[in-house]
Structures are given as structure tokens and as C-alpha cells.
């Protein structure tokens, strides 16, 4: 078999995506490089208030915890799909620039290391630009799972957790989070803390948002 012929068949990129491990290879790769890069910004960037010390690791905090109670679940969730018990998805955790730093404090816990080395973390951005080079739009090699959390809820929508009364001077936390992939086993799902400057409080685990774009 010629050369060019022979990598494109141990790769399948010539007709998919190839083993899901070469895939995960490929993305690391990626990723490795984009964060070497400077994007553009936008024309008219967002503007938000720079966190405290306190409110950011309070955010890696609860998304430590967080993530690291789906890692161990992993296995099993993947043991009940069928199309993937004959071999391991690579896994890819979208998050925010403060959740792929609680990312790298799991994978310094011996706990998690060895299920987070088959594992990507990487914001959404980069994970747009990855799937804009490389789709896999069916999950054919790969499963997501995100969780961040939005930090900023605007106050028109405080008639949404009037449920949830907070006290003046707090404001709400959104810990975003779900998986695709997983057929049967997606979803989406929210919890709710409320934010009081020092800690976070957590007020429901499972709240349906009416604006999840905001």
C-alpha cells in the first residue's frame, strides 16, 4: 500500500475521524498551540468587572468539586452506552479559563489523574475552533461534557428565582453543566447558589432556566 495511502487508512481521516485516542491526540495538539497564539479580540468587548481574589477561588473551588464528582461516573456511563463498550470516547470538558485551572488542580490528585489524562480541558472557545477544523458534529470520536459558571445574572431576571430569596447585597451564581454524546444520557442542568461576597450557598441542584442564553 503506498505511503500516503497507508496513513490515511491507520488514520481514517481521509473518510473520519480515526481512533478516538488519535482524535484526543490531535486536540491536545490543538490546544497546546491555540493557547501559544494571540486571537483577536472583539470590536467592542463585553465589559465586566474583574473578580476578587475570594470570588475566584471560590469559582475553582466549586468547580472542583463539581467536575470531580462526574469524573468518577465516567465508566459507568459509558458501560450503558452501547456504541461506546467497545472502546473508550476521548473526553472533552468545556469550560470557562477559571475552570480549566480546576481542572489542572484534579489532575495533580492521584485520585483523578489517571482518568483525566484521557480527558481534554478546554474553554469554549477553543473548543468552537477545534470543531470548525476538525467537526465531529455526531460524536463519532468524542463526547462533551461542560460545566462553568456565570457569575454575572442580570438583574431583570431576579422575578426567576424569586423562589430563592437572597439577601441584599448577594447576588446568584449559575453552575452550568450537562454532557453530549451520551445519547440517552445528555442533559442539560443548572445549580443555583447565592453569592454573598465571602461563599457560595447552595440553594437548588436542579433549576430550569427561561433564559439560558443570558
Excluded at 15 to 36: D, I, N, Y
Excluded at 37 to 56: D, G, I, L
Aim: proline share 6%; charged share 25%; hydrophobic share 35%.
Amino acid at each position: 500500500m503506498p505511503k500516503d495511502k497507508r496513513e490515511c487508512h491507520e488514520t481514517e481521516q481521509c473518510g473520519g475521524h480515526g481512533e478516538p485516542s488519535e482524535w484526543l491526540a490531535r486536540l491536545q495538539r490543538f490546544v497546546a498551540t491555540e493557547r501559544r497564539k494571540n486571537r483577536p479580540q472583539a470590536k467592542y468587548p463585553r465589559q465586566r468587572s474583574e473578580p476578587t481574589e475570594t470570588a475566584r477561588l471560590a469559582e475553582v473551588q466549586l468547580l472542583e468539586r463539581h467536575i470531580g464528582s462526574w469524573v468518577p461516573c465516567l465508566d459507568e456511563l459509558l458501560g450503558s452506552v452501547n456504541r461506546w463498550q467497545a472502546k473508550f470516547p476521548a473526553v472533552v470538558i468545556t469550560t470557562n479559563p477559571v475552570g480549566v485551572t480546576a481542572c489542572d488542580n484534579l489532575l495533580l490528585n492521584e485520585s483523578f489523574h489517571e482518568a483525566l489524562l484521557r480527558c481534554c480541558c478546554l474553554t469554549e472557545n477553543e473548543y468552537r475552533y477545534w470543531c470548525k477544523q476538525e467537526p465531529d458534529v455526531h460524536f463519532e470520536s468524542h463526547i462533551n461534557y461542560w460545566a462553568w459558571i456565570k457569575t454575572s445574572v442580570p438583574a431583570v431576571r431576579a422575578k426567576e428565582f424569586q423562589e430563592y430569596p437572597i439577601a441584599e447585597g448577594s447576588v446568584y451564581w449559575l453552575l452550568r453543566h450537562g454532557v453530549s454524546g451520551l445519547g440517552k444520557h445528555d442533559f442539560f442542568d443548572c445549580k443555583v447558589f447565592e453569592w454573598d461576597g465571602m461563599k457560595a450557598t447552595l440553594l437548588t441542584e436542579h433549576f430550569r432556566e427561561g433564559v439560558p442564553s443570558v
